[in-house]
């Protein structure tokens, strides 16, 4: 897909690999629409960037819905859609003591990370379904957000490597689904990345998590999430596939 005059969503669009998306895309000729918890900062960027915002909260149906009404008729559907809203929580099965851990602490980053890309994707899909195929017959794509905790979780990353793990299987199903409709679906899957999720760790916490990458020694930065995004967006052939970002990183057990 030619991304100069296509329209993009971006959940989590306000900061971080959102962020970095919208910015993107906005830069290769795409009109732009963010979706995030913080309204203000996503409009202030939308405006820069000469797009649209929207106050979402993925884990609701009816905010998710609300929200993509708002960008339809501000900048139209879009043939673009991208993923990026998520948390990062912690928690293992039982406590110090042996008692069991609140179910509530084990389920909020699958409310929102797995729930929640789903929910964005029935809607990205029915606006997509909606628009005219271009010329190649290619209606629209869209791009989530798993992580290597998917694959390699560490201890007490249950509920994140669950939600993310949710997101990588289902990759392929919805990829097939769509197909006869011309929407190709696939996910990016990325390592240790600099942006704000990681941003509250200690110095030496954040230098023993570079040294157990592979090269190159750092962690990832988003403009390179954005970067892999617009690739995706731009290259028919890749669909129902998970790339991992992760400068050969594979999670140690702890």
Known sequence: MNIKGQT?????????????????LAAAGATVGLLDM????????????????AHCNVTEATS???AMESLRKAIGPARIFIACAGI????????????????????????VNLIGTINSMRLAAADMVAI????????GVIITTTSIAAFEGQVGQGDYSASKGGVAASTITFARELARE?????????????????????DNVRESLVATTV???????????????????ENR??????????????????
């Open 8 to 24: 993009a969503y971006i959940t989590g669009g306000a900061s971080g690999l959102g962020e970095a998306t919208a910015r993107t």
């Open 132 to 139: 005219d195929p271009l010329d190649d017959g290619e209606r």
């Open 215 to 233: 090269f190159p020694k750092r962690l990832g930065n988003a403009d390179e999430y954005a970067a892999l995004a617009k690739h995706i967006a």
């Open 182 to 202: 011309g929407i190709r679906v696939n996910c990016i899957s990325p390592g240790l990345m600099n942006t704000p999720m990681l941003a509250g760790l200690p």
């Open 88 to 111: 990062a929580t912690g928690a293992k099965l039982i406590s110090r003591d042996g008692s069991a851990t609140p179910l509530d602490k084990l389920t909020g980053a699958i409310q």
């Open 64 to 66: 998710h819905e609300a």
């Open 38 to 53: 913080n309204e203000d900062l996503a409009k202030s960027i939308a405006t820069e960037l000469g797009g649209a915002a």
């Open 237 to 254: 052939y890749l669909n129902g596939t998970v790339i991992r970002l992760d400068g050969a990183l594979r999670m140690a057990p702890r």
